[in-house]
DNA sequence: CGAATGCTTGATCGGTCTCAAGCGAAGTGG
DNA sequence: CCACTTCGCTTGAGACCGATCAAGCATTCG
């Protein structure tokens, strides 16, 4: 395990999350903080885990953008959800030992690794803290829940939108965006593999959102010209997300 | 919170279910039986909690089907997942204050309620029943999971196949179906509306899955007639269920 | 018996897919 | 610094899967 700077700054990231949610102790934030860490860049495309692997670590990612997915017969891909910085993609690994889908770096990122065993302890010793994370996953669970009624019950218009607007949120509530625009650097067959779509189809929809001023992008970076028209269009409704300050 | 036999019946249900994942010390399993209980029948198509509800108890399925549901605008309604007895469709709640969905009836049942702080209380003592619960709403989201990628990346006719498929092995798992042949008390509009088509389709479909002698219905049961070919139609894998047994 | 509910089937429509081609930007190597 | 390749975006034409609209039928239940 290398103690480095950036595995200090992870941690941190870590407790600032759990904590925007609920107050830790101090002696639980010491226990956090002293968690063995290692770190483990991604290039795109990489996995961190493969589907059907038993990991004992879990990843929490730093920096960058990664996703969930699953893959089927002739090439068919279905990606489960997209991670920013903050996000424990495999956190259930914890506690279901054979992963049931694949974690792959979207853009160049990196991983802060936690042995499983350290974090059982802690979640042993300390219930609140496995609260919080128990908590995490529980949101997780929520945001597939809202991904299923996006792609069942949404036109790709609708689907689409949805999806914009918990990736701009979720990066808001972490502080890395502001002002309805955010990072958004998946491509668009990304887009397509997430909403059960063709990326011939996403082009022309995403044509359609930019013609009627919704959305533009500016070097991978959505800008949102018109927000309540966007949730109006997505049918959006953020409780999902259960974030503290829904400034938006 | 009356004390009834059917109220011991729900809790032996649940140490079972959690044993058949690990073992509970007597304990633990005390502890367990000792929660307090109360009983709530629902008639077909009631809600047990409705979307936005804060509830402060969690319902144990007892007997009967429920399933979880979002409502759009005019009248879409997409089903997120189905629950048979012994499944805990609202545990999240113990740790997400807002409900993001609904939870009701699809054939009259009945749920044993349990109080958040009895809960809280218990998973508080035991850390071991903790995870176990955890483990429980952990392997609720990779049927999420599941149910994206039938959704979004399969067809129709795999989709329903798969859907089929989990039904049947989760009904197994629990003793309330053998042979390949399992309960399946719902209507072609209930599966329309937890695949994202329209109920005609799922006719169309249904009667194709008929024609090719992959299944029949017989009163409210499914008859699957070949196991492997519906598996391979569906291209189920079922390590998501994160089943002990997997005799089929 | 009538009403309600759910299943079935037909005809037609439309949203999304498939196949195909062209384009621009960003590397990469000579 | 300029071919050359690669990758992702864009657009068109035609096909298909699933939607929509509509009607009839069977079963259940009051």
């Known amino acids: 395990m290398v103690r480095s700077a950036i595995a200090d700054t992870a941690l941190e990231a870590l407790i600032r999350k759990l904590e925007s949610t609920s107050d830790l102790t101090e002696e639980e934030r010491r226990a956090i903080q002293k968690l063995p860490v290692s770190i483990r860049p991604l290039a795109p495309s990489q996995d961190l885990v493969a589907d059907g692997e038993r990991p004992v670590q879990c990843g929490l990612l730093v920096e960058g953008w990664s996703y969930r997915y699953k893959l089927l017969a002739e090439g068919r891909r279905q990606i489960l959800s997209f991670h920013v910085a903050g996000d424990t993609p495999d956190l259930q690994s914890l506690h279901l030992d ?4 694949g974690v792959a770096a979207l853009t160049s990122c990196t991983f802060a690794l936690i042995p499983h065993d350290s974090l059982r302890h802690l979640t042993r010793t300390f219930p609140d803290v496995a609260a919080l994370l128990w908590r ?14 996006a792609i069942g019950r949404r036109s790709a218009y609708g689907g689409i939108a949805h999806l914009f607007c918990e990736l701009y949120l979720r990066q808001e509530a972490v502080g890395l965006a502001a002002d309805h625009r955010c990072p958004m650097p998946v491509r668009q067959t990304d887009l397509a593999d997430a909403m ?5 189809h996403i082009n022309r929809v995403l044509k359609e959102m930019r013609d009627a001023d919704l959305i533009t992008f500016e070097r991978r970076e959505l800008v949102i ?3 309540k028209r ?11 997300l259960h974030l503290k300050n829904l400034a938006a």
Chains 1, 2 share one sequence.
């Open 98 to 101: 054979e992963l049931d889908h």
């Open 136 to 149: 995490e996953t529980l949101i997780d669970a929520g945001i597939f829940r809202a991904w299923i009624a």
């Open 196 to 200: 059960g779509l063709t990326s011939v």
């Open 225 to 227: 010209r018109d927000w």
């Open 230 to 240: 966007l949730c109006d269009a997505a049918e959006f409704d953020p409780t999902y």
